[in-house]
């Protein structure tokens, strides 16, 4: 018993972990980029491709374009650095959204 408390300490100082350097990025944040949404309208009704994909990615100033086709599950996490684009099944643009 006495050589389990002379080593737990040393245990425990095992698990410890350092604080992250300040330059570590957030998850969900991308230097210089912040998904905006004004205007993004423009591009419903068009075919989801990866031409309209850039086009949406530039507009919004968004790093992460992400797809959501019909019948698929989406976290719900909110990414400032991400746009969202949902299809339909003839895989036309329904709705783009921020996050």
């Not at 530039?58 to 019948?71: F, I, M, N, T, Y």
Request: charged share 20%.
């Amino acid at each position: 018993m006495r050589n389990v408390l002379l080593i737990a300490p040393a245990l425990l100082a095992a698990c410890s972990t350092a604080p992250a350097p300040a330059d570590t990025p957030v998850h969900g944040v991308t230097p210089g980029h912040k998904c905006e949404s004004a205007g993004l309208d423009r591009f419903v009704g068009q075919v989801g491709n990866s031409e309209t994909g850039a086009a949406i990615k530039d507009a919004s100033h968004a790093a992460v374009l992400r797809w959501a086709p019909p019948g698929v599950m989406l976290t719900m996490d909110f990414r400032e650095d991400r746009v969202t684009v949902w299809l339909d099944a003839a895989n036309k643009i329904t709705k783009v959204r921020c996050g």
